[in-house]
């Protein structure tokens, strides 16, 4: 039988990434006291091909701060540009897309949807490829929270 070791680390690793994209909980910030929140459940980010310069990040963004807020914008180190983005089908049975304009609101208690056909964080100019289950920093930003920082998985396979 061959030495276990290499696939033990293996399993570790994969187990890792399972728990990290189940589900990942931000504090407004560290001061905060009263243990407000936003949620982001399954995310994770990718493209569609291993030489492009754009990727997509999906995920359930829940609100539990007490507040009504506006997710208006993010950034990350690994694209020159993120955009909330919509994907919206049309008539004749094409694809739209485009940046969704005032951001999205988020109501205290809610949840929003980005996902595949849908509402998402579109990475524009990516400063070099994805590696499957790297782990990147995304900054949300919100229109009464501020900064919100998350960390979101690159899964290639989804």
């Given amino acids: 039988m061959k030495n276990p070791k290499p696939m033990m680390g293996v399993v570790v690793l994969i187990a890792l ?6 589900v990942v909980t931000v504090k407004i910030s560290p ?3 009263n243990n407000a929140a936003f949620s982001v459940e ?26 009504e807020d506006r997710l208006i914008g993010a950034e990350s180190d690994v694209a020159e540009m993120v955009e909330l983005h919509s994907e919206t089908k049309v ?6 897309m485009g940046e969704i304009e005032g951001g999205v609101a988020l109501a205290d208690g809610e949840s929003h949807v980005f996902g ?6 579109m990475f524009f100019g990516l400063t070099g490829p994805l590696v499957q289950g790297q782990l990147v920093p ?6 009464v929270a501020g900064d919100v920082e998350i960390v979101v998985p690159v899964d290639q396979t989804r």
């Fill in 138 to 143: 995304v900054t949300l930003k919100f229109e």
């Fill in 116 to 121: 595949p056909s849908g509402d998402h964080l």
């Fill in 31 to 33: 001061l905060d006291q």
């Fill in 91 to 96: 008539a004749d049975g094409g694809v739209e």
């Fill in 17 to 22: 990434a399972a728990v990290v994209m189940a």
């Fill in 42 to 67: 399954q995310p994770y980010l990718r493209n569609d091909q291993a030489d492009a310069t754009l990727a997509r990040a999906f995920f359930v963004l829940g609100n539990q701060t007490g507040k």
